[in-house]
């Protein structure tokens, strides 16, 4: 299997979450994941860019291919540099949102991966990780 | 180097039908040359006003900086001509050719009229050769913004299109979306979906959602938007096209559609429909 090499792309615009959603569906397909595993992949990308949009001032997302224990899988990085979050575990929370979305998306996206990590630090930036297995 | 005066105007000056005649048989020569969109005369014509304007510039003595006032009749010209090359479909490279392509005429020109001073050539191929990429460079940059325009425009025409609103049967519209269902986008579709409502006085619309990849929680809420807009005007919903892989990610990303009546296919939101309207299908 030829080794993928890990790739960021800008998450700015609106447009950028398509081309993001885009580069993850590719990236699967070439992997050879299932259908629902692509699309619950998609679905967290679309979630978080959209966050590091409207939250996060813009930023980027990293692609990366970890194989470890004998397992591959893809990883996805969110990066932004704005605000921050002050309190983690109520973003988390389902319903709970700041603007005007439906609340869902952090809490979500936990939901559809198989690793979810989340750093923020308040004026400093927000940091997603998200990791599916095969 | 000591800071002399340019000859480059000299140059122009002297051989302006010469370096017309080069640059001429360079671009038709290029392999980015586009007979089939634009004619020689039509070329040449575009050439010689270049030409005629860069020499006028030139003659204030401002050979680099081409952001003064004097080098705005250049730019001008540049912009039109590179946002009619867009429209007409010429690629980045065979618009930037345009500029490029005189390159090699002035530096031939200079190489005749320097050619014992090397100092000085070299000294005056720079200075050329900085003036026309500048040129270059913002001949391509028109381009590109006249191109992403063009494209603009044309994904909100393609936005408008997609989102047809069938009449299938009297009272009944069916809705096929198809992409993404962004805020833009849910904007025309509902505007689209009501006025069909209105217009042909319909109280069943079925949204159908076969053609969307993915259904995050922006499009689960503007659906439900829609739904609930239709409702308002007296228009029954029913969202059909649920595929399997989609079901399952709405379950754990926590989103539901509410009371909105759900069905697998657009074939049995369908039969729902005629059965709502007391219709038998035989
Ligand atoms: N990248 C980020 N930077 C700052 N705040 C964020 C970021 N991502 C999420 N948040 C905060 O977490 C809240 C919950 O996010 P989410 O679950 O996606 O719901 P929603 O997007 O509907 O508000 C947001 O309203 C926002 O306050
Ligand atoms: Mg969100």
């Not at chain 1, 004998?70 to 389902?94: E, N, V």
């Not at chain 1, 700041?98 to 979500?108: P, V």
């Not at chain 2, 980045?92 to 031939?108: G, M």
Request: proline fraction near 3%; include cysteine; charged fraction near 25%.
């Amino acid at each position: 299997m030829s080794q993928k090499e890990p790739e960021t792309i800008e998450i700015k615009i609106s447009e950028d979450i398509l081309r993001a959603r885009q580069s993850v569906r590719t990236c699967m397909v070439d992997l050879g994941f299932s259908l629902i595993d692509q699309t619950k992949m998609v679905t967290a990308a679309s979630e978080l860019a959209r966050n590091t949009i409207d939250y996060g001032k813009g930023g980027t997302m990293r692609i990366e291919y970890p194989a470890e224990e004998g397992r591959t899988g893809i990883r996805l990085i969110f990066l932004d540099h704005g605000p921050g979050i002050a309190d983690i575990q109520q973003a988390l929370k389902d319903g709970f949102t700041t603007g005007s979305g439906l609340g869902l998306g952090l809490g979500g996206s936990k939901r559809l991966v198989n690793d979810f990590e989340i750093r923020s630090e308040p004026d400093k930036g927000t940091q997603v990780t998200v990791t599916r297995w095969r | 180097m000591t800071k002399q005066k340019s000859r480059l105007i000299e140059i122009f000056e002297k051989y302006e039908q010469e370096i017309l005649e080069d640059w001429m048989r360079e671009q038709i020569a290029s392999i980015t040359y586009r007979k089939d969109l634009l004619t020689e005369a039509g070329l040449r014509k575009q050439s010689a006003e270049l030409m005629g304007l860069i020499i006028t510039a030139s003659r204030s003595g401002n050979v680099t900086d081409i952001s003064a006032p004097e080098w705005k009749p250049v730019l001008d010209f540049l912009a039109a001509t590179s946002k009619t090359r867009a429209a007409q479909g010429f690629t980045t490279q065979e618009t930037a050719t345009f500029i490029f392509s005189l390159k090699q005429p002035v530096f031939a020109r200079m190489k005749l009229e320097l050619g014992t001073n090397a100092v000085a050539l070299a000294e005056e191929i720079w200075i050329a050769t900085v003036l026309l990429d500048k040129l270059g460079l913002f001949t391509a940059e028109t381009y590109q913004k006249s191109r992403e325009d063009i494209i603009r425009r044309q994904q909100m025409e393609l936005l408008e299109l997609s989102t047809p609103v069938i009449k299938i049967w009297e009272g009944i519209l069916v809705l096929p979306l198809i992409g993404t269902l962004d805020d833009a986008r849910t904007q025309v579709v509902m505007e689209n979906l009501l006025q069909n409502v209105v217009d042909t006085n319909s109280s069943i619309a079925i949204i159908d959602i076969t053609g969307v990849p993915a259904v995050d929680t922006l499009v689960a809420q503007n659906l439900i938007k829609t739904v609930s807009a239709a409702r308002l005007m007296g228009a029954h919903c029913i969202i059909s096209g649920i595929r399997p892989q989609i079901a399952q990610t709405m379950v754990h990303l926590g989103v539901e559609f509410g009371d909105v009546v759900t069905k697998a296919s657009l074939a049995d939101a369908l039969k729902y429909a005629f059965q709502q309207a007391g219709i038998t299908v035989t």
